[in-house]
C-alpha cells in the first residue's frame, strides 16, 4: 500500500510538471502571436489587428480653455492648449512587418464658445500629424479657416464628433519596439483685440482620439436604451428609429431623406409632419385632461450643452381668452425680451404659479386689451392662463434661451436656427437669457413641418400643403421670441395663413407659453395621443 501511495505521488508531480510546460508554451505561443505586452503603457488601449499584429494607442491629454479677465485682454494674445497622442504598430513575431490603418479626430461633449464676431472663428484647432504636415482638411468637413495667423479648424461652438484623417496608414518592420506615430492637435481660442467677453465664462470639453475605427459619440436614444431609462425624454428618444418614424427626425445634419442637410445639426430629436403622438398632460390619470393642462412636445433637446437632454413642451391650444392685448409687450418700446414687461417668470413668492407680466403703467389701451385692474391676475390659476400647480410647476428647467435677431422673414428653418443663437439682436439687447418660460422660436416653428419644407423661407410658409402638414400651425396670428435685429419694436410672428413676418411688438396677438421639463422627470404612462396623452410621475 505504502509503495502504491509513493507511485500515485510521484506520477501526479510528472502531470504537474507536464501541465506547467504546456502553459508555458501556450504562453510563449500567444506573446509571440500578439507581439506585444500592452499593460506596461499608461493611458492606452490596445487593440490587435486580424493579422495579430498590434496597435497600441495612447491618448494624450483632454484640450481646455478657460478665459479670464486676468488671462485674456486686448494685449494678452491667444490662449493655448496642447496635447500629442500617439499610436504604435507592433508586429507579429512571425512576419516581423505589419501595415495597418487608423482614424484621428475629436469628440466635443461641451462647448459654449461662440461667435463674437459675426461668423469669424474664435475657437481653432490645429493638426499635425506624425510628420509635421498641418492638415487642411477633415473627413467630417469642418471648415478650416485662417484669423490672426492662427490655421486649423473652426471649431466654435461646435459638439459632436468629428473625424480628421480616416484610414491614416501606419506600417512597421519591427516586433519589439515597432513603429510610433505621434500627432500634435493645438487648441486656440483666437484672441481678435475685439469684445469677446460674450465668452468669459465659456468652456469645452472635448478629447482627442486616436483608434482603428470610426470615432461616434453615442447618442442620446443608445444611451437611454443601454441605461433603461424612464424619463419622458428617453421615452421619446428612443421612439426614433429612423428619421420619419414615429414622426421624429434626428437632427445630425445628416441623413438619406430629402433636405437631411437642412437639419439643425443640434443632435435634438424634433416631431414633424401633420399630427404627431406628441401630447402630454399636467393631469394625474385618473382624468380626463382638461385643455388648460394640454400640451404638446416640440422636441428633446441639449440647449445648454451638458449632455442633460430635456423635453421642450409647447401648449397645445390657446383660446379667445388667451390673446395677448396691446400691453402683451412694451408699448412702442425697445425690444429686450430678457427684461421685457413681455417676459414669462415664475413667481413662486407669490402666486406660486407662473405668469404673464404686464405692464401696469401703460394707459394706451386698445378695445382688446385687460383693463389695468386685471393685469396682475392673469397667470395660470385664472381663467386666462390655468394654474398648472406647485407640483408639476417643479418639473418645469431653468434652461437658456437664445434672442438673436434676424433682419428677415425669407430665410429658412436653419438659417432661423442658425441666426437664433448667433445673430446680435437690435442695439444692446442681450442674446440670451436664463429663464423658465419662454416662446418658441420661428426654427421650431419651421422644423415642425415635413421636411420637404426645410427649404422654403418660412416667409413662404403660407402653402396650403406645408399648413396642412406642421402640426404647429394653429391658424392665429401667435408671437415667436425672436426680434428683429435693425428695429426695436419689431418681433417674428406666425400670421394667420401660415408665413412668418415681423410686426411691431404691441400688437393683440396669441402666444403659446413654451418651457423645458428637468431631464429626470419621469414617465408614468399614456402613448402620447390626444386621447392617450403622456402622463408625468412625480
Not at 468637413?141 to 468629428?162: C, H, M, Q, R, W
Not at 441639449?302 to 400691453?327: F, H, P, R, V, W
Amino acid at each position: 500500500m505504502q509503495k502504491v501511495t509513493k507511485r500515485n505521488i510521484a506520477l501526479a508531480i510528472i502531470f504537474l510538471l507536464i501541465l506547467v510546460v504546456v502553459a508555458l508554451l501556450i504562453g510563449n505561443f500567444t506573446y509571440s502571436f500578439l507581439g506585444a505586452d500592452i499593460s506596461d503603457d499608461v493611458n492606452t488601449q490596445g487593440e490587435t489587428t486580424a493579422s495579430g499584429d498590434t496597435l497600441i494607442f495612447s491618448s494624450g491629454n483632454t484640450l481646455s480653455l478657460h478665459a479670464t479677465t486676468d488671462n485674456f485682454n486686448a494685449t494678452s494674445g491667444n490662449l493655448t492648449d496642447t496635447t500629442n497622442p500617439s499610436v504604435r504598430l507592433i508586429a507579429s513575431s512571425r512576419t516581423n512587418n505589419a501595415t495597418a490603418t487608423y482614424f484621428a479626430g475629436i469628440r466635443i461633449y461641451e462647448n459654449t464658445y461662440t461667435y463674437s464676431s459675426g461668423t469669424t472663428a474664435e475657437v481653432i484647432l490645429t493638426v499635425r500629424d506624425e510628420n509635421g504636415a498641418l492638415l487642411e482638411a477633415s473627413s467630417d468637413e469642418l471648415p478650416y479657416v485662417t484669423v490672426n495667423d492662427v490655421s486649423g479648424f473652426d471649431i466654435t461652438g461646435k459638439t459632436g464628433a468629428f473625424n480628421i484623417a480616416i484610414d491614416h496608414p501606419i506600417s512597421t518592420t519591427s516586433s519589439t519596439n515597432g513603429t510610433t506615430h505621434t500627432w500634435t492637435f493645438t487648441l486656440t481660442f483666437v484672441n481678435l483685440e475685439t469684445d469677446q467677453s460674450i465668452n468669459e465664462n465659456a468652456s469645452i470639453d472635448m478629447e482627442v482620439v486616436l483608434q482603428q475605427d470610426r470615432i461616434t459619440i453615442p447618442t442620446f436614444a443608445e444611451i437611454c436604451r443601454e441605461e433603461n431609462s424612464n424619463t419622458l425624454a428617453c421615452k421619446v428618444a428612443t421612439n426614433y428609429t429612423e428619421d420619419g418614424e414615429n414622426g421624429l427626425y434626428y437632427h445630425d445634419g445628416v441623413g438619406t431623406y430629402t433636405n437631411a442637410n437642412q437639419e439643425a445639426g443640434d443632435n435634438s430629436y424634433r416631431y414633424a409632419g401633420a399630427d404627431p403622438n406628441n401630447y402630454v398632460c399636467f393631469g394625474s390619470d385618473e382624468e380626463t385632461c382638461p385643455a388648460e393642462k394640454l400640451y404638446r412636445i416640440i422636441g428633446v433637446f441639449d440647449d445648454d450643452k451638458d449632455g442633460n437632454y430635456q423635453i421642450k413642451l409647447i401648449k397645445a391650444d390657446y383660446t379667445t381668452s388667451e390673446m395677448l392685448g396691446t400691453n402683451g409687450r412694451d408699448y412702442y418700446g425697445t425690444y429686450s425680451y430678457s427684461t421685457s414687461n413681455y417676459k414669462g417668470s415664475m413667481d413662486t413668492s407669490t402666486i406660486a404659479g407662473y405668469r404673464w407680466n404686464y405692464d401696469t403703467s401703460i394707459s394706451s389701451m386698445g378695445s382688446n386689451n385687460w383693463t389695468t385692474s386685471e393685469f396682475n391676475t392673469i397667470n395660470l390659476n385664472t381663467n386666462y392662463w390655468n394654474y398648472l400647480g406647485s407640483t408639476w410647476q417643479n418639473l418645469i428647467a431653468t434652461t437658456t434661451w437664445y434672442l438673436g435677431g434676424m433682419t428677415s422673414s425669407s430665410n429658412t428653418a436653419k438659417e432661423f436656427y442658425d441666426g437664433e443663437r448667433n445673430n446680435v439682436g437690435y442695439s444692446s439687447n442681450p442674446t440670451s437669457y436664463r429663464d423658465e418660460i419662454g416662446l418658441m422660436y420661428p426654427s421650431d416653428y419651421g422644423y415642425a413641418a415635413n421636411p420637404d419644407a426645410w427649404t422654403t423661407n418660412l416667409s413662404s410658409y403660407s402653402n396650403s400643403t406645408i399648413n396642412a402638414n406642421n402640426w404647429l400651425y394653429m391658424g392665429a396670428i401667435e408671437w415667436t421670441i425672436t426680434p428683429h435685429s435693425s428695429d426695436s419694436r419689431n418681433v417674428f410672428s406666425v400670421l394667420d395663413d401660415g408665413y412668418l413676418y415681423y410686426n411691431i411688438a404691441s400688437c393683440g396677438y396669441a402666444a403659446r407659453p413654451v418651457f423645458y421639463l428637468k431631464s429626470n422627470v419621469a414617465l408614468q404612462g399614456g402613448s402620447g395621443t390626444e386621447s392617450d396623452p403622456y402622463r408625468l410621475a412625480v
